[in-house]
T-cell receptor
Framework: DAMVIQNPRYQVTQFGKPVTLSCSQT?????MYWYQQKSSQAPKLLFH???????NEADTPDNFQSRRPNTSFCFLDIRSPGLGDAAMYLC?????????????FGNGTRLTVT | AQSVTQPDIHITVSEGASLELRCNYS??????LFWYVQSPGQGLQLLLK??????LVQGIKGFEAEFKRSQSSFNLRKPSVHWSDAAEYFCAVGAVNAGKSTFGDGTTLTVKP
């Protein structure tokens, strides 16, 4: 089945220690998104790629970076995680020109910062 | 700017009872509207969407939603709730040509036996 896969499902990192979360998709969608979701809150868009074009949200901290080496893969790098960065991180995809298309989500990575 | 309000943070219903989850949106034109469901520890799954045509849309798992432009609402309904429907529900609005969705804060549904 075509899908969005996030690894790992659970990630524990230390305060200030860089961490990378990964997302892969077999849907061949052009657009990929990274959302941060804290407990009992709405997913908050961090950034998205339209093909290789990177679009950062204005309020996304510089501590968060992303890479998309090819259509299938996208990475979220947190350079110096703080306690406030503990959250669920959701990757989602959408086809090009599909504003009326739903987002396809992975199951998320739960990040804990100790 | 677009926004979504889900007035009910938490709703509890008995199994077999009917359900309505409220969603109000703010958007300058005809919006694309979505309802997603999230089970604990999982990503979001699409229940249904609206972007044009019939204002009553049917989704998966027996859910439906009605778009009411005059009320800027897109409420989700189900005639008879099952215990497996317990989850968090998010309403979202999508912007034309922006490719981004804005989510409401979600409504947590608890189902009593």
């Amino acid at each position: 089945d075509a899908m969005v896969i996030q690894n790992p499902r659970y990630q524990v990192t230390q305060f200030g220690k860089p961490v990378t979360l990964s997302c892969s998709q077999t849907l061949n969608h052009n657009v990929m998104y990274w959302y941060q979701q804290k407990s009992s809150q709405a997913p908050k868009l961090l950034f998205h790629y339209y093909d290789k074009d990177f679009n950062n949200e204005a309020d996304t901290p510089d501590n968060f970076q992303s890479r998309r080496p090819n259509t299938s893969f996208c990475f979220l790098d947190i350079r110096s995680p703080g306690l406030g960065d503990a959250a669920m991180y959701l990757c989602a995809t959408r086809p090009r020109g599909g504003d009326n298309s739903p987002l396809h989500f992975g199951n998320g990575t739960r990040l804990t910062v100790t | 700017a677009q926004s979504v309000t889900q007035p009910d943070i938490h709703i509890t219903v008995s199994e077999g009872a009917s359900l309505e989850l409220r969603c109000n949106y703010s958007y300058g034109a005809t919006p694309y509207l979505f309802w997603y469901v999230q089970s604990p520890g999982q990503g979001l799954q699409l229940l249904l969407k609206y972007f044009s045509g019939d204002t009553l849309v049917q989704g998966i798992k027996g859910f439906e939603a009605e778009f009411k432009r005059s009320q800027s609402s897109f409420n989700l309904r189900k005639p008879s709730v099952h215990w497996s429907d317990a989850a968090e529900y998010f309403c979202a609005v999508g912007a034309v040509n922006a490719g981004k969705s804005t989510f409401g804060d979600g409504t947590t549904l608890t189902v009593k036996p």
